[in-house]
């Protein structure tokens, strides 16, 4: 049997197949949860009354869980507790749709303290990323 013959490209962000391969696996993943909602984005912003951005956090729930994928708080306000208000917002929007536990990641030069002053429980950590003294820190919180 003859392989057919493939091309391979390698690039930077591709927008194009970012979306096709969220596409494809949102079919796989629900053709293997048969009776579980779509996963929905969940997203908290913290505004000035400008309309300026101050704190950001989205991520995702989908059936019982929830995960953040982003957060960020404007330098100039970090120590105000928008981190904290985001992540009590985020929770109670993913508690009201039947989320029972948030996962969120977090690199060893960014926030992980922060997540444990929170609840949040390390489960595993990769050493090495992105550097060999950094580690990307992997978190779990029970709702």
């Given at each position: 049997?003859?392989?057919?013959?493939?091309?391979?490209?390698?690039?930077?962000?591709?927008?194009?197949?970012?979306?096709?391969?969220?596409?494809?696996?949102?079919?796989?993943?629900?053709?293997?949860?048969?009776?579980?909602?779509?996963?929905?984005?969940?997203?908290?912003?913290?505004?000035?009354?400008?309309?300026?951005?101050?704190?950001?956090?989205?991520?995702?729930?989908?059936?019982?869980?929830?995960?953040?994928?982003?957060?960020?708080?404007?330098?100039?306000s970090r120590g105000d507790g928008l981190g904290a208000r985001l992540l009590a917002e985020f929770e109670t929007e993913a508690r009201?749709?039947?989320?029972?536990?948030?996962?969120?990641?977090?690199?060893?030069?960014?926030?992980?303290?922060?997540?444990?002053?929170?609840?949040?429980?390390?489960?595993?950590?990769?050493?090495?990323?992105?550097?060999?003294?950094?580690?990307?820190?992997?978190?779990?919180?029970?709702?």
């Open positions: 049997m003859s392989q057919p013959h493939y091309r391979v490209v390698v690039g930077e962000a591709l927008p194009e197949l970012d979306r096709r391969l969220s596409d494809e696996l949102d079919r796989v993943n629900a053709e293997a949860t048969t009776g579980i909602a779509p996963a929905r984005e969940l997203t908290v912003q913290i505004l000035e009354p400008s309309g300026e951005l101050a704190a950001g956090m989205s991520g995702w729930t989908w059936g019982v869980a929830a995960g953040i994928g982003l957060t960020w708080v404007r330098e100039t009201s749709r039947g989320c029972r536990h948030v996962f969120v990641t977090s690199f060893t030069f960014q926030a992980p303290g922060f997540y444990e002053r929170h609840g949040y429980r390390e489960l595993f950590r990769w050493q090495g990323v992105p550097t060999e003294e950094e580690a990307d820190v992997h978190f779990r919180k029970d709702l």
